[in-house]
């Protein structure tokens, strides 16, 4: 109100031509200057009848603690004579979107060392990084392609595991050890999982074949999906996601290899 009276006499005549005008045109006789509509509040103001786009909900709203990933019967048949049975789980900043456990032993007779280890990855959805699955299909895309970046690394298209998967198998050799390696690589919903799993006879001793390690790194990766899935209750599982409970009392078995795995064997527990 003060504005208005303010203004000098020739602006008050121009509003006065205004009002005598159609109604239809007086959005041009507005006391601003021609720019766009806005608010109260000086924003823009949003086009009648538009609407803002909608992402829908996350699949999952929530990780299982990592080292309960894995059934006892796989953990016992993977990694026999596991220092830590219950598995090492990693420090983690934010509990709910990442966790990591791993397990190693020299099994039976003290000559077969075992490395296992189950990295979880969640998403959220963001204004700022994209919907959740997008953000999980990226960090999917970019794990296949550093595992299959290894020298000397062959890599396979899964399937029955998850919404994707893949996996990146072959030797690596530290402090003079080889060791026959293999990693799975999965998204369900908005979670990537990522199992690596190392074997390496010592002392002479043969290595696990291909076939051995990447049937045991799918029979990991299956449970770890199915643990997601028992995790949220009333999510919609993804194909491969009920091989397992997840809860460490299952029999954890991978179930049909896919057949574009590197082999169909498996370890006995």
């Given at each position: 109100?003060?504005?208005?009276?303010r203004?000098?006499?020739?602006?008050?005549?121009?509003?006065?031509?205004?009002?005598?005008?159609?109604?239809l045109?007086?959005?041009?006789c507005?006391?601003?200057?021609?720019?766009?509509?806005?608010?109260?509040?000086?924003?823009p103001?949003?086009?009648?009848?538009?609407?803002?786009?909608?992402?829908?909900?996350?699949?999952?709203?929530?990780?299982p603690?990592?080292c309960?990933?894995?059934?006892?019967?796989?953990?016992?048949?993977?990694?026999?004579?596991?220092?830590?049975p219950?598995g090492?789980?990693?420090?983690?900043?934010?509990?709910?979107?990442?966790?990591?456990c791993?397990?190693?032993?020299n099994?039976?007779?003290?000559?077969?060392?075992?490395?296992l280890?189950v990295?979880?990855?969640?998403y959220?959805?963001?204004?700022?990084?994209g919907s959740?699955?997008?953000?999980?299909?990226?960090?999917?895309?970019d794990?296949?392609?550093?595992?299959?970046a290894?020298?000397?690394?062959?890599?396979?298209?899964?399937?029955?595991?998850?919404?994707?998967?893949?996996?990146?198998s072959?030797k690596?050799?530290?402090?003079?050890i080889?060791?026959?390696?293999?990693?799975?690589?999965?998204?369900?919903?908005?979670?990537?999982?990522?199992?690596?799993?190392?074997?390496?006879?010592?002392?002479?001793k043969?290595?696990?074949?291909?076939?051995?390690?990447?049937?045991g790194?799918?029979?990991?990766?299956?449970?770890a999906?199915?643990?997601?899935?028992?995790?949220?209750?009333?999510?919609a599982?993804?194909?491969?996601?009920?091989?397992?409970t997840?809860?460490?009392?299952?029999?954890?078995?991978?179930?049909?290899p896919?057949?574009?795995?590197?082999?169909?064997?498996?370890?006995s527990?």
């Amino acid at each position: 109100m003060e504005r208005r009276r303010r203004r000098t006499a020739p602006r008050l005549a121009g509003l006065l031509v205004c009002a005598a005008v159609p109604a239809l045109l007086l959005a041009g006789c507005s006391s601003g200057s021609g720019g766009d509509a806005k608010g109260s509040d000086g924003a823009p103001s949003t086009a009648k009848g538009t609407t803002l786009p909608t992402v829908a909900p996350v699949r999952f709203a929530a990780l299982p603690a990592p080292c309960t990933t894995l059934a006892k019967s796989t953990v016992t048949a993977l990694v026999p004579k596991a220092k830590a049975p219950g598995g090492t789980q990693a420090q983690s900043s934010d509990v709910a979107t990442r966790g990591s456990c791993s397990w190693t032993g020299n099994g039976k007779d003290g000559y077969q060392y075992r490395w296992l280890s189950v990295t979880l990855q969640r998403y959220d959805n963001s204004t700022v990084l994209g919907s959740a699955e997008d953000q999980a299909k990226k960090r999917y895309a970019d794990e296949i392609g550093e595992a299959s970046a290894a020298k000397g690394f062959t890599t396979s298209v899964l399937t029955g595991i998850g919404d994707q998967a893949g996996s990146a198998s072959g030797k690596a050799t530290v402090a003079k050890i080889t060791s026959q390696n293999d990693t799975v690589v999965a998204r369900t919903g908005n979670v990537v999982v990522i199992v690596e799993y190392d074997g390496a006879g010592l002392i002479d001793k043969k290595n696990p074949t291909a076939t051995v390690v990447n049937s045991g790194a799918l029979r990991a990766a299956k449970d770890a999906v199915a643990s997601i899935a028992a995790a949220n209750p009333g999510s919609a599982a993804a194909p491969g996601g009920t091989g397992g409970t997840g809860s460490g009392t299952g029999d954890g078995k991978a179930g049909t290899p896919s057949s574009t795995a590197s082999g169909s064997g498996g370890l006995s527990g």
